[in-house]
């Protein structure tokens, strides 16, 4: 048996790895016939397929259809339904507005309220929003049905909210903290959410204060399959956030659960995140988290949930969520060092360890972070220069980007083959000291500036365990120590593909860098493998392997279709006319718009409109003449009151408009109000490319700014106003986009746009 170990425990720790994935979500089984007390996947598909048939952002037809068809589901299991509308621009200077839909289920209690909660908009102007969030529309509607159909009163009220313009500025749960009654009554939100359009769902905390409470009844709350840890926590705290529940958290002081998959990034907000991209296990898992928190919270104490002081926390197969006070952390941590101190003293007076071998131990260990680091950080500024076409991809992950995470994974683990096979003679207990430091000074860094991760101990210990072992034993099992490795296979194998994934490739580093981490606490084992330089050589044969299949993957098809944009822009000023698109990497259908002829834009030409990574046009190009009216801009006020200037000003759209982008000189603007909604002191501060305001427009509604300005201070606006009907209007023949394109995503695309410029 002992002849086969090597292979054996191989094997066990690819299943372990598999199992690590695996075991994180459910599967998904056709369950359309469960009973009407029971969640249905399916029946939660199907509430998907009808609200993902359009596009349906703010201001577009396929809105109004998905909020009737939302209106008439709540209708169908008893509920009264009210919709709430207003203008409201956000913290991100984003106007529109929107149209949230409410019901309420009375519980018999006076306490706090339970609010369930997702946004019913997709993404300006194509997406299909099948995940992001038909999704979590579905399992809120699918989940209360399956509440109300077990016909018992809850102690809390419950409160559904499927909130509006989310995607252009959280502007549907603005709307609803800050204007509507019901929002004081809130104690717990749990939002449904998606940035892509498969894998697990992960579990965020929203709170202002500690999570320790939340964590609590959590896991009182028993879900099946959490999937939830505090570094991720850690980390964005430290982020802009950017969900409904940011709203709920910074201006109503309510706590909150974020639940999001985050897989196939590159889905998120295209025309492809359609019903059939839709990973239905995703979905599943939704609703494995709904039902059991939907239950426990509906009858919890909801005035009880704030705390002062975290949890750390992970989620470990078959287990559930582990979780620790950040008070035990440092109490913790020293534990495991004097332990560490005492190996060393038993080491060195046992023969094991001396000082010369533990010397040479840093070499192996140092040499396999810098050329894995290197690689990583370099790895996609290199794949950028060779596939030009991936930085259309502005998610950042690419189609092949599971195997490129694979490839260089495998090449990650065949350096630290090779590096520890150059050093086998120098004896696995020498060679375990540095690592086993390098772990500890991680843990101790973290545990002092990122205490979320401070769980990272938890390998450590087991890794301790096999260290001791090899101090006492000749000839320990290689299935023991292989077992003591599941602790870091278990934790680490899902975060080294999650920050790749949910970061964007530029993040590869961290992928390789954890590689190499985990790789050293599971050095007790692979260092009895005899044969290391082979397994190093298989690591580098499957890199090759992998980005050879990288490389032939690397085109688009209809399946994997190229992100592409074109935009038309008229300066009705100068009656000049451009083709203009964010594309670095043109495609035929872009081309023959920005052909030959295509010029870099200088930075003068355009302004910066507003975008989720404020991305700029690329390549512009002579355009035709079109007869396309700007908007009428009327000076309704312009008065002095002593130091100050206020002047009214109506923009009033000739033609039908999706969005109006205001932007202002260099001036000193005292306050601002558009649609008689107040611009907030901070954002006039810190606006960024001297935007005023943004205005998704619905209902064709007209602009009305309110300015208070120095009274010597010339006022002047640009005005680029768009419709998003290029492929549609009369006056163009753009062709329909090949099967193998999309329009990309986060940009104003497939837009007539009109540039003029007003002085007051």
Known sequence: MKKLATPLTFLLVLFAIFWSFKSSMPAYHADGDLPKTSFSTDRAL????????????????????????????????????????????????????????????????????????????????????????????????????????????????????????????????????????????????????????????????????????????????????????????????????????????????????????????????????????????????????LMPLLNYFSDADLENLKSTADDAYFNFPYYGLVSYPFAWIWTMFGLVVVVFIILLIIGFRNGQLNLNGIAKGFVPMFLALAINGAVGYYSWPVLNKMYPQYTDILQGFTYNGYTYILAFVLFSIGICFWTYHRFRKTGLTNLLVAPLLFWLVLCGGVSAYLPGASFFLVPVVTALISFMILIKQKSPSPYLLMFLTLPALLIYAPLIKMFPVGLGLKMMVSATILTTLTFFLMLPLFGFYKHKNRFAMLGMVLFVGFMVSAHLDSGFSKENAKPSSLLYVLNIDNQEAHWVTYDHYLNDW???????????????????????????????????????????????????????????????????????????????????????????????????????????????????????????????????????????????????????????????????????????
């Not at 892509?196 to 202002?208: A, K, Q, R, V």
């Not at 529940?245 to 995140?273: C, Q, S």
């Not at 300005?709 to 986009?737: C, G, I, Q, W």
């Open 46 to 289: 199907a509430h998907v397929k009808e609200i993902s048939k359009k596009p349906h952002a703010v201001g577009f037809p396929g809105h109004k259809q998905v909020r009737d068809y939302i209106v008439g589901e709540l209708e169908k299991m008893g509920l009264k339904t009210t919709l709430q509308m207003g203008y409201t621009a956000g913290d991100w200077g984003n106007l529109s507005k929107p149209t949230n839909i409410l019901a309420r289920i009375k519980g018999s209690g006076s306490g706090k309220a339970l609010l369930l909660l997702a946004h019913y908009d997709s993404n300006p102007h194509s997406s299909l929003g099948a995940s992001d969030d038909g999704s979590g529309v579905a399992t809120i509607l699918e989940g209360v049905r399956t509440f109300l159909s077990k016909k018992r009163i809850p102690k809390n009220d419950i409160i559904v909210l499927i909130s509006d313009a989310e995607e252009l500025g959280l502007n549907g749960a603005d709307l609803f903290v800050n204007d509507h009654p019901w929002a004081k009554s809130v104690g717990l939100a749990l939002n449904f959410e998606a940035r892509g359009s498969g894998g697990p769902s992960y579990m965020l905390i929203e709170t202002n204060g500690g999570n320790a409470h939340l964590i609590r009844d959590f896991t009182a709350a028993d879900p099946q399959y959490p999937v939830a840890n505090s570094l991720v926590y850690s980390i964005y705290k430290m982020l802009p956030n950017d969900t409904d529940l940011t709203v709920f958290r910074k201006d109503g002081d309510i706590e909150g659960f974020n639940f999001a998959f985050i897989d196939d990034h590159f889905d998120y907000h295209t025309a492809r995140d359609n019903y059939d991209r839709l990973d239905r296990s995703s979905l599943a898992h939704q609703g494995s988290y």
């Open 590 to 760: 872009t081309a023959q718009y920005l052909g030959a002829d295509k010029q870099v834009p200088q930075k003068e030409d355009f302004r910066t409109l507003s975008s989720k990574y404020a991305t700029h046009f690329s390549y512009t190009a002579n355009a035709p003449l079109k007869d396309i009216p700007g908007s009428k801009v009327e000076k309704l006020l312009d008065t002095l009151i002593n130091e100050e200037r206020i002047l009214k000003i109506k923009i009033t759209p000739r033609r039908s408009l999706n969005r109006l982008d205001v932007f202002v000189n260099d001036i000193d603007i005292k306050s601002a109000s558009v649609n008689d909604i107040s611009l907030t002191k901070d954002y006039l501060e810190n606006r960024k490319n001297h935007k005023l305001i943004t205005h998704y427009i619905s209902d064709n509604d007209p602009t009305s700014l309110l300015l208070i300005v120095p009274k010597d201070s010339p006022l002047t606006l640009d005005l680029y106003e768009a419709s998003n009907d290029l492929l549609k209007n009369s006056l163009f023949s753009v062709p329909e986009r090949p099967i193998n394109s999309i329009p990309m995503p986060f940009v104003l695309n497939d837009a007539i746009v009109t540039t003029q410029t007003v002085t007051f």
